[in-house]
């Protein structure tokens, strides 16, 4: 057993899902359609993962869960209802989720909002500014943390403006910068995108990794729907498995195998960088420091 096992831990989970209710056209997982097969595959793997979670009350570490599957995940009630569960367990610190914010909110009154999170993905021509800023402060007028977000399309600049003008001043507005084209913005387009998201250039490096020092694989892991663990998601090498490996069992330190690491959800995990400094403990729904300085939903009276 690791006797150093750290006492909080995250875990990415990812399972057989692939589909999603939107058609973005730079994303490949709006164009599969999952089968009944599937579906029903992912509930069930999301069900054993969640009785999993409920069976480490006893363990010496605290468990931080982020749901971040290919495609929409909270349009099926299996992980509506896992997040209602798991935000419920005493050894559980949070539980958040990446989402398009498509569905209908009224569940969302179940929840433990001192421990859930909402990583809010804005998909301009995929739904009006209006539903996706109603959704949004919906969540804000009950009090659940929540980032929002989209990526930096040149094409949506002027829907990044009025999202960020339509939008409580302490919500963070965070773009995703489009590295499918080398060197595709302009500095001034640059300096623009900072004045809406003034953490955007950090999102817009490629960071050198090979060998450094990283968090996934000793207290951050990458848990497929079988139970597989991974060190990281872009990582294919399999370090374990929580149905019959003991997690500290598989905890350890793991430097970086990978060139180069560009995207949030890995990068974040880097401790020679400076995101836990400018996060704290909101690092997994990508809400930093100075968001947090009053409590989502007071300016609504909540």
């Not at 209710?21 to 599969?32: D, G, H, L, V």
């Not at 969640?50 to 069976?55: A, F, H, I």
């Not at 468990?63 to 209802?81: C, D, K, M, Q, T």
Request: with cysteine.
């Amino acid at each position: 057993m690791n006797i150093n096992m750290p006492a909080k831990v995250s875990l990415y989970y990812r399972g057989s899902l692939s589909s999603c209710n939107y058609a973005c056209p730079y994303c490949p997982f709006s164009k599969t359609v999952d089968s009944r097969e599937t579906l029903e595959r992912d509930r069930q793997q999301l069900d054993r993962f969640t009785g999993w979670v409920r069976e480490q009350a006893d363990k010496p570490y605290r468990l931080s869960i982020f749901f971040n599957p290919y495609g929409e995940a909270l349009v099926h009630g299996w992980y509506r209802r896992a997040m209602v569960e798991l935000s419920h367990l005493p050894h559980v610190d949070k539980v958040a989720v990446q989402t398009n914010l498509s569905v209908k909110l009224d569940w969302t009154a179940e929840l433990n909002r001192d421990k859930v999170a909402f990583w809010a993905t804005y998909h301009p021509g995929q739904t009006s500014e209006a539903q996706f800023v109603s959704q949004c402060m919906t969540l804000y007028g009950r009090g659940i943390a929540f980032s929002a977000g989209t990526v930096g399309l040149r094409e949506s600049f002027a829907a990044i403006h009025s999202l960020r003008h339509q939008l409580p001043e302490d919500v963070y507005v965070w773009i995703n910068a489009f590295k499918d084209r080398p060197a595709y913005y302009t500095p001034d387009e640059v300096e623009e995108l900072e004045t809406i998201d003034p953490y955007f250039r950090y999102n817009l490096t490629d960071y050198a990794s090979l060998g450094q020092s990283c968090l996934a694989g000793e207290s951050v892991f990458y848990v497929q729907g079988n139970g597989m663990v991974k060190r990281c998601y872009q990582d294919k090498r399999v370090i374990g498995n929580i149905y019959r490996h003991q997690l500290e069992d598989i905890a350890a330190e793991r430097p970086c195998g990978m060139k180069q690491c560009g995207c949030y959800i890995g990068y974040i995990h880097m401790p020679d960088q400076p995101f836990a400094h400018q996060y704290g403990d909101r690092l997994l729904e990508r809400i930093p420091l100075q968001y947090q300085a009053h409590e989502q939903g007071s300016f609504l009276g909540v």
